[in-house]
């Protein structure tokens, strides 16, 4: 079982940048991790999926070029970095760690980024 706590989410203006943190309370090394995001009355997207090693990534189709997501499997960090922020990228965002082997998911609460003037 992993521990999931996200952190970096405020509010920032239209075209800023946040980079979103996600700290594991143990080894991330067999997990896959991903971003998801909520915004209100919507459902819950994916917007980055990472593999265990760190060398292959996935985004939607629509944040491609502006967001990234990376991973530190030695510090059991996960980071979203979000360029060019746009007020439609409003939402609460997840991160989660799947073991591929199980398919069991895990959970972080959420950090809330608010794209606005």
């Known amino acids: 079982q992993v521990h999931l706590v996200e952190s970096g989410g405020g509010l920032v203006q239209p075209g800023g940048s946040l980079t979103l943190s996600c700290e594991a309370s143990?080894?991330?090394?067999?997990?896959?991790m991903n971003w998801y995001r909520q915004a209100p009355g919507k459902e819950r997207e994916l917007v980055a999926r990472?593999?265990?090693?760190?060398?292959?990534?996935t985004y939607t189709d629509s944040l491609k070029g502006r967001f990234t997501i990376s991973r530190d499997n030695f510090q059991n960090m996960v980071y979203l970095q979000m360029n060019s922020l746009k007020p439609e990228d409003t939402a609460v965002y997840y991160c989660?760690?799947?073991?591929?082997?199980?398919?069991?998911?895990?959970w972080g609460q959420g950090t809330q980024v608010t794209v606005s003037s």
């Open positions: 143990g080894s991330i090394r067999s997990y896959t």
């Open positions: 989660s760690a799947v073991r591929p082997t199980t398919g069991r998911e895990y």
């Open positions: 990472i593999f265990t090693t760190g060398h292959s990534t």
